[in-house]
């Protein structure tokens, strides 16, 4: 492998999705060429925790039941504080805490949320897919803005999402 | 805030008193080099973002920037967003959610900037020189941006002296407080970047989601109202500063869905129309029980549209400009 391969086979490399034969080349040629492998190593912190951490997200086919359970009712699946809140808590007892879940998310975000410019209140839609589709419509445009702030807008456009209650 | 205050005079002096010959730039030369190196820079760095205003929020994620062909960044924290990979290659962007086992694709940011496609009305905003200051270890012009007429937002910028690259970004209220902040803590500038980068490979049994294909060209009322199918709605009042910057229609449900836009050259908020029938029966229910605040915006039904606003306004501009919609 020179160079030129190397560069781009870089991003399936950062991202270990390079089949084992490429993956040996590749490596092989980091270790003589040190220039491709500083370039790896500056770009490998940027991807290095995609494929651990897939394994981990996903802990016990716990996500699996509670899709099954009860996120058939939404097509858009809101994960948020809720979920996270009954997560290991197991499915036999998520009746009951589901009638519990929405109360305590919404102690626990009027104590998280404070003063923001806009809403204090976030309220279930009724309809997650279509706030979905108007906070990606406008965040989209808004940074669109080579002034904006971007990476504050997608923090803040996923927050709200996720604080979004069931 | 009073070590903020301080620290910007001591600036602020240091900076008044520094030696003619120094030929420090104006702040609007600043500017307009920072949005020139927006286009070509490649860099890696780790970049933090608090949201103080909206819940106190700090995220760390890893950034790769090539100019306009590609963007990369990935979350190290908060935990919630951890391992999620948000990829733009400059056509699309991809959004991977390890928690949901979902890739989510949207319009491509950088082939918006690129085409500018929210036209920066360049004459609406001032740009101030207020000093100098360190930032992952290099040194960097702050400047301070704002409309001329608008009083929503402040935006300082803290611009790399030697490259032009915007190392840091905060955002201020209009009662001084400071509403976000992303800084880089290590930047490392690279001569390019792969084009791999910037898509995400996701593992097997990941969903991929499909949104609008491309960024939809920015229309003007009439030519949105000859798209929509129904009637467009728009506000007689606007903030002060604010203009109509332009409309976009898209597919919503089978049902087309206008957004209008308006900014003041820094922030801006759009007004989303779809006929009622478009939501879900919940929803409706709710909105004809009188408008509702939701996570996303302000919501209401009028001539049978469900209208939204949302943008990092002022609530009390949102319900003006809602009472004011017509
Ligand atoms: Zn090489």
């Known amino acids: ?166 | 805030m009073r070590y903020l205050l301080t620290f910007t005079y001591i600036l602020t002096l240091a900076f008044a008193y520094a030696p003619a010959s120094s030929a420090a730039p104006s702040g609007s030369l600043v500017l307009k080099r920072m949005l020139a190196s927006e286009g070509s820079r490649a860099y890696v760095g780790t970049q933090v973002t608090t949201l103080a205003a909206d819940s106190n929020v700090t995220s760390e994620q890893k950034v790769a920037r090539y100019g306009y062909k590609g963007m990369r960044m990935e979350y190290l924290s908060p935990q919630r967003l951890k391992g999620e990979v948000i990829a733009d290659n400059g056509k699309v962007i991809m959004h991977y959610i390890p928690s949901r086992k979902v890739v989510r694709t949207h319009p491509s940011r950088l082939a918006m900037q690129r085409q500018r496609l929210m036209q920066m009305s360049r004459g609406n905003l001032k740009a101030k020189l207020v000093g100098s200051d360190r930032i992952a270890g290099r040194s960097a012009y702050v400047i301070e941006v704002s409309p001329v007429r608008s009083r929503v937002l402040t935006r300082k910028f803290w611009v790399d002296t030697a490259t032009w690259v915007k190392l840091k970004t905060e955002d201020i209220g209009p009662n001084g407080a400071v509403i976000s902040t992303s800084y880089f803590k290590k930047i490392k500038y690279v001569p390019s970047i792969p084009a791999s980068m910037f898509k995400v490979n996701p593992p097997d049994g990941v969903r991929v989601k499909r949104g609008p294909a491309s960024a939809s060209r920015l229309l003007s009322l009439e030519q949105a109202q000859d798209k929509a199918g129904f009637r467009v709605l728009s506000p007689s009042y606007l903030p002060p500063g604010f203009r109509f910057a332009g409309a976009t229609v898209t597919r919503f449900r089978g049902d087309n869905m206008v957004a209008v836009r308006y900014t003041d050259g820094m922030t801006s908020f759009s007004i989303m129309q779809v006929p009622d029938n478009a939501l879900k029966p919940r929803f409706q229910r709710r909105l004809r029980g009188g408008p509702e605040r939701t996570g996303a915006g302000y919501s209401w039904k009028q001539n049978g549209i469900s209208l939204t606003i949302i943008g990092r306004i002022p609530y009390n501009q949102i319900t003006n400009i809602a009472d004011s919609v017509k």
């Not at chain 1, 270990?16 to 490998?44: F, N, Y």
Request: glycine share 6%; aromatic share 6%; proline share 5%.
């Open chain 1, 1 to 166: 492998m020179n160079c030129k391969e190397c560069y781009r086979y870089l991003g399936e490399y950062v991202d270990r999705t390079l089949d084992d034969c490429a993956l040996a080349e590749m490596e092989a040629h980091i270790r003589v060429c040190p220039k491709c492998a500083s370039l790896a190593a500056e770009l490998g912190g940027v991807a290095s925790l995609v494929k651990s951490l897939d394994r981990q997200a996903a802990p016990s086919g716990f996500e699996d039941r509670l899709n099954a359970q009860i996120l058939h009712r939404k097509e858009e699946a809101k994960p948020g504080l809720l979920r996270r809140l009954l997560l290991g808590v197991p499915p036999e007892v998520y009746g009951y805490r589901r009638s519990l879940g929405p109360a305590l998310a919404t102690v626990l975000l009027t104590a998280a949320v404070g003063t923001s410019l806009m809403f204090t209140n976030y309220n279930a839609s009724g309809d997650a897919a279509y706030i979905n589709a108007v906070q990606q419509q406008h965040v989209t445009f808004a940074s669109a803005n080579p002034l904006s702030d971007e990476s504050a807008l997608i923090l803040s456009d996923r927050m709200k999402e996720l604080n979004e209650p069931l």
